[in-house]
């Protein structure tokens, strides 16, 4: 059964190189959102195995906001999508549910590897929890 992955990401070109990557790697995209809140209501649909997350969202909520209250209500691996490697963003955006940052451009290889990584890192910590 292919790992579910939701995107949520405001510039429609990514989401565009990111889908066609999801596929390729044989992912199911379960939906793209462009705001926070959005993210949100998918995960209480559809819940993803993973998400990727740009940090600096539209709207109310930002990327980090919007990752912590996904951990609160859903426990679901987040990793970071950014283009900003200043030291506070790093620093805010790592959360009990970060499981991997992909700085832009992101290539399929590094996607796929960092997807691989965040499964397997929250399946560990989750019965390690148990």
């Given at each position: 059964m292919?790992?579910?992955?939701?995107?949520?990401?405001?510039?429609?070109?990514?989401?565009?190189?990111?889908?066609?990557?999801?596929?390729?790697?044989?992912?199911?995209?379960?939906?793209?959102s462009?705001?926070?809140?959005?993210?949100?209501d998918?995960?209480k649909v559809n819940?993803?195995?993973?998400i990727?997350?740009?940090?600096?969202l539209?709207g109310?909520l930002?990327?980090?906001?919007t990752?912590?209250?996904?951990?609160?209500?859903f426990?679901?691996?987040?990793?970071?999508?950014?283009?900003?490697?200043?030291?506070?963003?790093i620093?805010?955006?790592?959360?009990?549910?970060?499981?991997?940052?992909?700085?832009?451009p992101?290539?399929?290889?590094?996607?796929?590897?960092t997807?691989?990584?965040a499964?397997?890192k929250?399946?560990?910590?989750?019965?390690?929890s148990?």
């Open positions: 292919a790992k579910k992955i939701l995107i949520v990401e405001d510039d429609k070109m990514l989401c565009t190189i990111f889908e066609m990557f999801i596929t390729q790697l044989n992912y199911e995209l379960i939906g793209i462009q705001t926070g809140k959005e993210a949100i998918i995960c819940k993803p195995d993973v990727l997350m740009d940090i600096h539209e109310d930002n990327g980090i906001e990752s912590k209250k996904i951990h609160e209500l426990n679901i691996p987040i990793i970071f999508v950014t283009s900003d490697i200043e030291e506070l963003t620093q805010s955006a790592t959360y009990k549910n970060t499981y991997g940052f992909l700085m832009k992101v290539y399929k290889s590094t996607l796929g590897v997807v691989e990584f499964l397997a929250h399946k560990f910590d989750n019965k390690k148990h």
